[in-house]
Protein backbone atom coordinates (compact mmCIF):
# COMPACT_ATOMS: atom_id res chain seq x y z
CA UNK A 1 0.00 0.00 0.00
CA UNK A 2 1.23 3.34 -0.98
CA UNK A 3 2.21 5.72 1.76
CA UNK A 4 0.24 8.78 1.98
CA UNK A 5 1.88 12.06 2.61
CA UNK A 6 1.02 14.73 4.88
CA UNK A 7 2.69 17.92 6.53
CA UNK A 8 3.72 16.13 9.50
CA UNK A 9 6.34 14.55 7.09
CA UNK A 10 7.82 18.19 6.14
CA UNK A 11 10.96 18.80 8.33
CA UNK A 12 12.04 22.45 9.00
CA UNK A 13 15.19 23.56 10.75
CA UNK A 14 14.39 26.02 13.44
CA UNK A 15 15.76 29.41 13.24
CA UNK A 16 16.95 28.32 9.78
CA UNK A 17 15.46 30.15 6.54
CA UNK A 18 15.61 29.15 3.00
CA UNK A 19 18.05 31.27 1.90
CA UNK A 20 21.19 28.94 0.35
CA UNK A 21 24.13 29.63 1.95
CA UNK A 22 27.23 30.90 -0.13
CA UNK A 23 31.14 30.66 0.36
CA UNK A 24 31.51 33.81 -1.13
CA UNK A 25 33.04 36.72 0.92
CA UNK A 26 32.91 40.26 0.93
CA UNK A 27 36.10 41.41 -1.03
CA UNK A 28 36.17 44.61 1.10
CA UNK A 29 37.64 46.90 -1.74
CA UNK A 30 37.20 50.06 0.31
CA UNK A 31 39.33 48.83 3.09
CA UNK A 32 41.56 51.57 4.42
CA UNK A 33 44.92 49.59 6.26
CA UNK A 34 46.96 51.10 9.27
CA UNK A 35 49.00 49.49 11.86
CA UNK A 36 47.41 47.84 15.22
CA UNK A 37 49.00 50.07 18.11
CA UNK A 38 46.39 48.12 21.14
CA UNK A 39 44.97 45.28 21.73
CA UNK A 40 41.87 45.79 25.15
CA UNK A 41 39.00 43.55 25.40
CA UNK A 42 37.77 42.65 21.59
CA UNK A 43 38.69 46.13 20.66
CA UNK A 44 41.73 47.41 18.73
CA UNK A 45 43.17 50.76 18.36
CA UNK A 46 44.10 50.96 14.90
CA UNK A 47 45.94 54.26 13.45
CA UNK A 48 45.57 54.39 9.44
CA UNK A 49 48.12 55.44 7.06
CA UNK A 50 49.19 58.85 7.01
CA UNK A 51 47.26 59.61 10.37
CA UNK A 52 48.22 60.09 13.97
CA UNK A 53 44.77 59.62 16.36
CA UNK A 54 43.67 55.89 16.30
CA UNK A 55 40.35 54.33 15.32
CA UNK A 56 38.78 52.06 17.74
CA UNK A 57 37.56 48.83 15.72
CA UNK A 58 35.97 45.23 16.41
CA UNK A 59 37.05 41.89 14.55
CA UNK A 60 35.08 41.43 11.98
CA UNK A 61 33.18 37.95 11.51
CA UNK A 62 33.96 37.00 8.40
CA UNK A 63 37.78 36.60 10.76
CA UNK A 64 36.45 34.28 12.74
CA UNK A 65 39.35 33.91 15.31
CA UNK A 66 42.07 34.74 13.39
CA UNK A 67 44.36 36.59 16.12
CA UNK A 68 45.07 40.32 15.67
CA UNK A 69 48.03 41.25 17.55
CA UNK A 70 49.99 44.61 17.98
CA UNK A 71 52.18 45.42 15.34
CA UNK A 72 50.00 43.88 12.54
CA UNK A 73 48.93 45.46 9.47
CA UNK A 74 45.07 45.13 8.98
CA UNK A 75 42.30 46.62 6.26
CA UNK A 76 39.03 48.09 8.35
CA UNK A 77 36.00 49.39 7.10
CA UNK A 78 32.62 51.16 8.42
CA UNK A 79 33.28 54.17 10.35
CA UNK A 80 36.72 54.97 10.45
CA UNK A 81 36.23 58.33 11.37
CA UNK A 82 37.79 58.11 15.29
CA UNK A 83 35.17 60.27 16.98
CA UNK A 84 34.49 59.22 20.40
CA UNK A 85 32.07 55.93 20.26
CA UNK A 86 32.42 54.82 16.40
CA UNK A 87 33.39 51.34 15.87
CA UNK A 88 35.37 50.09 12.73
CA UNK A 89 35.88 46.41 11.44
CA UNK A 90 38.85 44.81 10.85
CA UNK A 91 38.12 42.53 7.53
CA UNK A 92 41.88 41.68 5.94
CA UNK A 93 45.16 40.81 7.68
CA UNK A 94 48.19 41.61 6.00
CA UNK A 95 51.07 38.82 6.05
CA UNK A 96 53.31 39.41 8.86
CA UNK A 97 57.04 40.08 8.27
CA UNK A 98 58.19 39.29 11.54
CA UNK A 99 56.65 37.42 14.96
CA UNK A 100 58.04 37.59 18.71
CA UNK A 101 56.12 34.36 20.39
CA UNK A 102 56.74 32.89 23.60
CA UNK A 103 55.40 30.35 25.33
CA UNK A 104 54.07 29.83 28.98
CA UNK A 105 56.71 27.20 29.26
CA UNK A 106 58.81 24.94 27.78
CA UNK A 107 56.04 22.15 28.03
CA UNK A 108 53.77 24.24 26.88
CA UNK A 109 52.39 23.62 23.09
CA UNK A 110 50.39 26.73 23.06
CA UNK A 111 52.37 29.82 21.37
CA UNK A 112 51.18 33.66 22.55
CA UNK A 113 52.56 36.26 19.91
CA UNK A 114 53.58 38.98 22.27
CA UNK A 115 54.31 41.47 18.54
CA UNK A 116 54.07 41.48 15.06
CA UNK A 117 55.57 43.26 12.13
CA UNK A 118 58.67 44.34 14.46
CA UNK A 119 61.93 45.62 12.73
CA UNK A 120 64.34 45.12 16.28
CA UNK A 121 63.95 43.73 19.89
CA UNK A 122 65.48 45.60 22.89
CA UNK A 123 66.08 44.16 25.58
CA UNK A 124 65.83 45.58 28.38
CA UNK A 125 68.44 44.35 31.46
CA UNK A 126 69.24 46.15 34.70
CA UNK A 127 72.87 45.73 35.77
CA UNK A 128 72.07 45.54 39.18
CA UNK A 129 68.75 45.69 41.15
CA UNK A 130 67.52 42.78 40.01
CA UNK A 131 70.62 41.50 39.13
CA UNK A 132 70.71 40.33 35.45
CA UNK A 133 69.55 36.88 34.29
CA UNK A 134 71.91 35.89 31.26
CA UNK A 135 69.23 32.97 30.83
CA UNK A 136 66.20 35.60 30.24
CA UNK A 137 68.71 37.19 28.22
CA UNK A 138 69.55 34.51 25.91
CA UNK A 139 66.08 33.39 25.48
CA UNK A 140 65.21 36.57 24.32
CA UNK A 141 67.71 36.55 21.82
CA UNK A 142 66.90 33.15 20.42
CA UNK A 143 63.29 34.30 20.17
CA UNK A 144 64.32 37.63 18.02
CA UNK A 145 66.59 35.75 15.71
CA UNK A 146 63.92 32.90 15.10
CA UNK A 147 61.35 35.28 14.75
CA UNK A 148 63.70 37.68 12.20
CA UNK A 149 63.66 40.99 14.61
CA UNK A 150 67.59 42.37 15.00
CA UNK A 151 68.08 41.50 18.45
CA UNK A 152 69.84 44.64 20.75
CA UNK A 153 70.36 44.64 24.47
CA UNK A 154 69.55 47.49 26.80
CA UNK A 155 71.43 47.52 29.86
CA UNK A 156 69.75 49.93 32.99
CA UNK A 157 71.34 50.84 36.09
CA UNK A 158 74.63 51.56 34.88
CA UNK A 159 75.77 53.69 37.80
CA UNK A 160 74.76 50.88 39.90
CA UNK A 161 77.51 48.22 38.92
CA UNK A 162 79.96 47.84 35.83
CA UNK A 163 78.15 46.57 32.79
CA UNK A 164 81.37 45.69 30.66
CA UNK A 165 81.75 42.13 31.80
CA UNK A 166 77.80 41.12 30.97
CA UNK A 167 77.71 42.69 28.07
CA UNK A 168 81.21 41.22 26.68
CA UNK A 169 79.41 37.81 27.10
CA UNK A 170 77.50 38.78 24.12
CA UNK A 171 79.77 39.98 21.53
CA UNK A 172 80.36 37.17 19.37
CA UNK A 173 76.65 37.39 18.55
CA UNK A 174 77.08 40.67 16.92
CA UNK A 175 74.25 42.23 18.94
CA UNK A 176 74.76 45.53 19.66
CA UNK A 177 74.87 46.54 23.56
CA UNK A 178 73.23 49.89 24.58
CA UNK A 179 73.86 51.71 28.12
CA UNK A 180 69.90 53.22 28.50
CA UNK A 181 69.79 53.98 32.61
CA UNK A 182 68.84 57.37 33.91
CA UNK A 183 72.72 58.78 33.81
CA UNK A 184 73.38 57.51 30.32
CA UNK A 185 72.99 59.49 27.12
CA UNK A 186 70.11 59.00 25.22
CA UNK A 187 71.03 59.81 21.58
CA UNK A 188 72.38 56.09 21.02
CA UNK A 189 69.56 54.53 21.90
CA UNK A 190 67.36 57.31 19.38
CA UNK A 191 69.88 56.62 16.72
CA UNK A 192 68.86 52.94 16.87
CA UNK A 193 65.42 53.07 16.89
CA UNK A 194 64.44 55.66 15.15
CA UNK A 195 62.84 55.16 11.95
CA UNK A 196 62.18 51.72 12.93
CA UNK A 197 59.37 49.68 15.06
CA UNK A 198 61.26 48.68 18.49
CA UNK A 199 59.59 45.77 20.61
CA UNK A 200 60.74 45.76 23.99
CA UNK A 201 60.61 43.34 26.57
CA UNK A 202 62.24 42.40 29.93
CA UNK A 203 61.46 42.02 33.39
CA UNK A 204 58.93 43.98 35.30
CA UNK A 205 61.64 46.46 37.82
CA UNK A 206 64.35 46.68 35.07
CA UNK A 207 63.69 50.21 34.29
CA UNK A 208 62.13 49.58 30.66
CA UNK A 209 58.88 52.26 31.38
CA UNK A 210 61.05 54.52 32.18
CA UNK A 211 63.13 54.07 29.41
CA UNK A 212 59.75 54.71 26.97
CA UNK A 213 59.11 57.75 28.77
CA UNK A 214 62.30 59.33 28.46
CA UNK A 215 61.98 58.56 24.62
CA UNK A 216 58.65 59.74 24.42
CA UNK A 217 57.28 62.04 27.27
CA UNK A 218 53.59 61.95 26.75
CA UNK A 219 53.85 58.40 26.86
CA UNK A 220 53.61 58.55 30.88
CA UNK A 221 54.32 55.41 31.35
CA UNK A 222 53.55 53.91 34.70
CA UNK A 223 56.68 53.14 36.61
CA UNK A 224 57.62 50.51 39.70
CA UNK A 225 59.64 49.97 41.99
CA UNK A 226 61.21 46.69 42.73
CA UNK A 227 60.30 43.85 45.73
CA UNK A 228 61.77 42.54 48.00
CA UNK A 229 62.04 39.45 46.55
CA UNK A 230 64.22 41.38 43.50
CA UNK A 231 60.93 41.42 40.86
CA UNK A 232 59.25 44.41 39.94
CA UNK A 233 55.30 45.00 40.19
CA UNK A 234 53.41 44.76 36.79
CA UNK A 235 52.88 47.83 35.62
CA UNK A 236 51.87 47.08 32.01
CA UNK A 237 49.91 44.84 31.27
CA UNK A 238 48.67 45.54 27.61
CA UNK A 239 51.40 45.47 24.55
CA UNK A 240 51.09 49.30 23.32
CA UNK A 241 53.02 51.10 20.06
CA UNK A 242 53.61 54.49 20.87
CA UNK A 243 55.12 56.56 18.08
CA UNK A 244 58.31 58.64 18.17
CA UNK A 245 58.74 62.04 17.34
CA UNK A 246 61.89 60.65 15.29
CA UNK A 247 59.70 58.46 12.94
CA UNK A 248 59.31 54.68 13.76
CA UNK A 249 57.50 53.33 16.52
CA UNK A 250 58.21 51.98 20.00
CA UNK A 251 56.53 48.51 21.37
CA UNK A 252 56.64 48.64 24.98
CA UNK A 253 54.92 45.48 26.14
CA UNK A 254 54.29 43.95 29.56
CA UNK A 255 56.55 43.02 31.99
CA UNK A 256 56.93 39.27 31.65
CA UNK A 257 57.98 36.36 34.80
CA UNK A 258 58.89 33.88 32.18
CA UNK A 259 60.15 33.09 28.71
CA UNK A 260 59.33 30.13 27.40
CA UNK A 261 60.58 28.62 23.95
CA UNK A 262 58.94 25.35 23.23
CA UNK A 263 58.23 25.73 19.42
CA UNK A 264 61.54 26.50 18.97
CA UNK A 265 64.01 23.40 17.53
CA UNK A 266 68.11 23.34 17.99
CA UNK A 267 68.74 23.89 14.46
CA UNK A 268 66.11 26.81 13.82
CA UNK A 269 68.54 28.90 16.19
CA UNK A 270 72.25 27.37 14.34
CA UNK A 271 70.45 28.32 11.00
CA UNK A 272 70.18 31.76 11.56
CA UNK A 273 74.22 32.05 11.12
CA UNK A 274 75.22 32.07 7.92
CA UNK A 275 78.72 30.89 8.60
CA UNK A 276 76.87 27.86 10.86
CA UNK A 277 74.04 27.07 8.30
CA UNK A 278 76.29 24.83 6.06
CA UNK A 279 78.52 23.43 8.69
CA UNK A 280 75.77 20.94 10.67
CA UNK A 281 74.73 19.57 7.69
CA UNK A 282 76.81 16.90 8.39
CA UNK A 283 75.32 16.51 11.70
CA UNK A 284 74.34 13.12 12.79
CA UNK A 285 70.96 12.67 12.96
CA UNK A 286 69.64 13.73 15.93
CA UNK A 287 72.33 16.10 17.08
CA UNK A 288 72.08 19.19 19.68
CA UNK A 289 74.81 20.98 18.14
CA UNK A 290 75.48 21.62 21.96
CA UNK A 291 78.75 19.55 21.65
CA UNK A 292 80.63 17.01 23.55
CA UNK A 293 79.42 14.78 25.76
CA UNK A 294 76.31 14.75 24.48
CA UNK A 295 77.25 15.03 21.09
CA UNK A 296 80.70 14.15 20.32
CA UNK A 297 80.80 14.32 16.25
CA UNK A 298 78.89 17.48 16.11
CA UNK A 299 80.32 19.80 12.90
CA UNK A 300 80.18 22.73 14.88
CA UNK A 301 83.62 21.46 16.72
CA UNK A 302 85.74 21.17 13.58
CA UNK A 303 85.84 25.41 13.87
CA UNK A 304 89.17 26.22 15.60
CA UNK A 305 88.08 27.94 18.96
CA UNK A 306 90.01 31.07 18.58
CA UNK A 307 88.93 31.93 15.37
CA UNK A 308 85.67 34.74 14.74
CA UNK A 309 83.19 31.49 14.11
CA UNK A 310 84.43 29.27 16.64
CA UNK A 311 83.43 31.98 18.99
CA UNK A 312 80.67 32.73 17.61
CA UNK A 313 80.23 28.51 18.11
CA UNK A 314 80.64 29.58 22.17
CA UNK A 315 78.14 31.94 21.90
CA UNK A 316 75.52 30.18 20.14
CA UNK A 317 75.81 26.92 21.83
CA UNK A 318 74.77 29.18 24.82
CA UNK A 319 72.28 29.86 23.80
CA UNK A 320 70.98 26.29 23.10
CA UNK A 321 72.14 25.27 26.87
CA UNK A 322 69.53 28.30 27.21
CA UNK A 323 67.02 26.28 25.23
CA UNK A 324 67.23 23.07 26.71
CA UNK A 325 67.65 24.24 30.13
CA UNK A 326 63.59 24.19 30.64
CA UNK A 327 64.42 27.23 32.89
CA UNK A 328 62.21 30.24 31.60
CA UNK A 329 63.49 32.62 33.80
Known amino acids: MARRWDESDVKIRPGKGSRPRTKDRPQHKDAKFGMVVSKDRGRWGVVLDGQHQPVV ?18 GIVGDTSGRPGSLA ?32 LLIVSAVADPEPRAGFIERALVAAFVGNLQPI ?20 LDVP ?17 AGK ?5 G ?9 VNRLIPEAQRETGE ?31 RSF ?7 DTVVEVFDDLREAIEACPRGCTHIGPPADPQCALDTFEADSPTGRRVSAVRKLLVALRSNETY
Open 153 to 172: IGLTKSDLADPSAFAAEFAT
Open 203 to 211: HSGVGKSTL
Open 57 to 74: AMRAREMGRTPVEVGDRV
Open 197 to 201: RTALI
Open 260 to 266: GLAHVEA
Open 89 to 120: RIVKLAQRTSVLRRTADDTDPYERIVVANADQ
Open 177 to 193: VLLCGVDDPLEPVINQV
Open 226 to 256: VSGVGKGRHTSTQAVALELSQGGWIIDTPGI
